[in-house]
């Protein structure tokens, strides 16, 4: 009985240092999973910034313009501009 005793004893110590290390991995794992997410989060806000840039770039570009149209039509008139008069000095030129 004695000797039963002993081998259960280091069975059981056995399986406790494979589940400290089962618990080790799984851990590791769980930081590997967040890390990936976290990357792949960061490179889907990289994406999403690049696609928005070349988006709204042309837009950006084309509203800078008409601002400019509306504000050199404003200082030739001295009063506010209306969307025709800056569409129509659009198609001019």
Request: hydrophobic share 40%; glycine share 4%.
């Amino acid at each position: 009985m004695t000797k039963t005793i002993k081998k259960l004893e280091k069975d059981r110590a056995v399986l406790q240092k494979k589940c400290e290390k089962t618990d080790i991995t799984l851990i590791e794992m769980a930081e590997e999973v967040r890390d990936m997410t976290r990357a792949q989060s960061t490179e889907a806000l990289v994406l999403t910034a690049r696609l928005c840039g070349m988006l709204l770039g042309p837009i950006e570009n084309q509203l800078q313009a008409r601002y400019r149209i509306a504000q050199e039509a404003e200082c030739a008139s001295g009063s506010p501009v209306s969307r025709t008069t800056i569409r129509a000095k659009e198609a001019v030129g």
